[in-house]
């Protein structure tokens, strides 16, 4: 069973922004609202990386330095989704990003960012 999907990917010139989002749909409102939400990537040909973590409690987040100051993530308990702002987007920002949490793994959504 599919128990985290993402979606919002797509292809963005730099500079440009995208919202990524992450439904949990499958977990419970009690699983989700307790669990640390978080963003990997993995770009082409290298190894997949942590990006962001909400928590579930305060909402304290972490971030990459590689994206700090661009990208923002947040959640929303009521819809059992999280989300990624991602703004000021590069080149190397292109990635498949995935959304983690309870261990359970989405299945990804592509970015691309190219002129």
């Known amino acids: 069973q599919v128990q985290l999907v993402e979606s919002g990917g797509g292809l963005v010139q730099p500079g440009g922004s995208l919202r990524l989002s992450c439904a949990a749909s499958r977990f419970t409102f009690s699983t989700f609202s307790t669990a640390t939400m978080n963003w990997y990537r993995q770009p082409p040909g290298k190894e997949r990386e942590w990006v962001a973590s909400?928590?579930?409690?305060?909402?304290?987040?972490r971030y990459a330095d590689s994206v700090k100051g661009r990208f923002t993530i947040s959640r929303d308990n009521t819809k059992k989704t999280v989300y990624l702002q991602m703004n000021s987007l590069k080149p190397e920002d292109t990635a498949v990003y995935y959304c983690q949490a309870v261990g359970y793994w989405g299945q990804g959504t592509q970015v691309t960012v190219s002129s």
């Open positions: 909400i928590n579930s409690g305060s909402g304290i987040t």
